[in-house]
T-cell receptor, first 114, second 114 residues
Framework: QQQVKQSPQSLIVQKGGIPIINCAYE??????FPWYQQFPGKGPALLIA?????SEKKEGRFTISFNKSAKQFSLHIMDSQPGDSATYFC?????????????FGTGTRLTIIP | DGGITQSPKYLFRKEGQNVTLSCEQN?????MYWYRQDPGQGLRLIYY???????QKGDIAEGYSVSREKKESFPLTVTSAQKNPTAFYLC?????????????FGPGTRLTVL
C-alpha cells in the first residue's frame, strides 16, 4: 500500500513538446503529492506539489493533474526546453504528524532534444 | 547561506570497513532523513529522525546506523554488514507537523566500495 508507481522510465521529447510523466498510488491516506527534479550528481529539488482538494496546479511551464478517484497524478511540462533534461521523481505522503515520510516513484529520465 | 551540507562528496572504502557520512542543516528543521539512490530504483529511505535523540528505521535500514545528538546533525554510518554499499547517498530535512512536507535535499555523497 506504500508504493508509488511511476512511468515511463525514460522519455525523449523534441524541444517545444509536452512530456507527460504519470504516477499512481494505492494508499488512500496520502494527501500530499510533490514532484522533484534532479540533475546528474545533484540532490533532488522540489519542483511543484499538489494536495487532493484540487485537480490541477500550474507553476510556470509545469502542471500537475490529479485524479483522486483513479489515484493517479501526472506532470506536464509545457514548451519543453533542453534545460529541462533531468530525472523527475513523483512522491506521496500523509501530512498527519508523525507520518511525514515521502514515498518516491522510481524516476523518469527526461531528455529534451534541441 | 541556509541549506544542507553533506561531506565528503566522494568516498572510497575498502570492504570490511565502516564509514560515516556527514549531514548538517542550518534550516532549523526538526526532521532529517537518509536515502539511498541506485540507478532505476529511485530513492529508498534508510533512516529518519523527527526529533533529537530519536530515529526510526526506513525501508532498507539493515547494515546502516545513525545518531541524532544535535538538531543540526544526522550522521549515517555504513557498516561492514551492508552487503552492497556502493551507491549515491542523499540527506534531507523538513519541518514536522506542517501542511506541506517539503523535503530539502543535500548535494549527496557518492560511496564506492573497492
Amino acid at each position: 500500500q506504500q508504493q508509488v508507481k511511476q512511468s515511463p522510465q525514460s522519455l525523449i521529447v523534441q524541444k517545444g513538446g509536452i512530456p507527460i510523466i504519470n504516477c499512481a498510488y494505492e494508499n488512500t491516506a496520502f494527501d500530499y503529492f510533490p514532484w522533484y527534479q534532479q540533475f546528474p550528481g545533484k540532490g533532488p529539488a522540489l519542483l511543484i506539489a499538489i494536495r487532493p482538494d484540487v485537480s490541477e496546479k500550474k507553476e510556470g511551464r509545469f502542471t500537475i493533474s490529479f485524479n483522486k478517484s483513479a489515484k493517479q497524478f501526472s506532470l506536464h511540462i509545457m514548451d519543453s526546453q533542453p534545460g529541462d533534461s533531468a530525472t523527475y521523481f513523483c512522491a506521496a505522503s500523509s501530512t498527519n504528524f508523525g507520518n511525514e515520510k515521502l514515498t518516491f516513484g522510481t524516476g523518469t529520465r527526461l531528455t529534451i532534444i534541441p | 547561506d541556509g541549506g544542507i551540507t553533506q561531506s565528503p562528496k566522494y568516498l572510497f572504502r575498502k570492504e570490511g570497513q565502516n564509514v560515516t557520512l556527514s549531514c548538517e542543516q542550518n534550516l532549523n528543521h526538526d526532521a532529517m532523513y537518509w536515502y539511498r539512490q541506485d540507478p532505476g530504483q529511485g530513492l529508498r529511505l534508510i533512516y529518519y529522525s523527527q526529533i533529537v535523540n530519536d530515529f526510526q528505521k526506513g525501508d532498507i535500514a539493515e547494515g546502516y546506523s545513525v545518531s541524532r545528538e544535535k538538531k543540526e546533525s544526522f550522521p549515517l554510518t555504513v557498516t561492514s554488514a551492508q552487503k552492497n554499499p556502493t551507491a549515491f547517498y542523499l540527506c534531507a530535512s523538513s519541518w514536522t507537523g506542517s501542511t506541506y512536507n517539503e523535503q530539502f535535499f543535500g548535494p549527496g555523497t557518492r560511496l564506492t566500495v573497492l
